[in-house]
């Protein structure tokens, strides 16, 4: 493979540290009053501790070791504390940090759950919203079965809404991956 240069990405890359910080406390939401006087070592850490999950051991010993050399204690409780919770309590830290077979199967899932909605019926539809709508509106009070009704659509909803999102990251995976550079 030949050397890529950051020319060459798709995309911009931020170039000083102060522009790294900011995105990636962005991206990790971290508190920005956490990143007063950080510098390369904080980057650094920071995305230690964004890909610790997938890392080896070795990199793991090296990626804790970056991350408890942050000076400010507070960042460096809060990083190993994101480490630790994406790792080993809640790995979808966010789509984007999912492994490709984590992805897939994201993906199979939401679609699943799409397909058998569809086939029990539980769509929404303008006519039906309106019905339901007019029945709160003439009773001025919603009975639990229309209650019932949005909470199962809030969650077709939700579930229609995150697979999108997933399917959109797949999309941006493939397209990166047919890029000459990947």
Not at 13 to 37: D, F, M, W, Y
Not at 138 to 148: A, D, G, H, M
Request: charged share 25%; proline share 2%.
């Amino acid at each position: 493979m030949s050397n890529v240069t950051i020319r060459d990405l798709p995309y911009r890359l931020p170039k000083t540290t102060r522009e790294q910080l900011t995105k990636l406390a962005k991206i990790t939401s971290i508190p920005n009053n956490l990143l007063v006087g950080a510098g390369e070592k904080e980057v650094e850490a920071i995305c230690y501790m964004i890909l610790y999950r997938h890392l080896s051991q070795h990199q793991r010993i090296e990626g804790m070791k970056a991350i408890r050399s942050v000076k400010k204690r507070a960042l460096m409780g809060d990083l190993i504390r994101r480490t630790l919770d994406t790792t080993f309590i809640n790995p979808q830290w966010g789509i984007w940090s999912l492994t490709n077979d984590e992805l897939k199967a994201d993906i199979k899932s939401h679609t699943q759950l799409n397909t058998m909605a569809s086939m029990l019926g539980f769509g929404a539809s303008a006519a039906s919203i309106k019905d339901i709508v007019k029945k709160i509106t003439e009773k001025k009070k919603v009975s639990s079965n229309n209650l019932i009704t949005f909470v199962i659509w809030g969650c077709i909803y939700f579930n229609a809404k995150e697979l999108e999102k997933a399917t959109t990251e797949k999309d941006h995976r493939s397209t990166l991956n047919s890029s000459r550079f990947f």
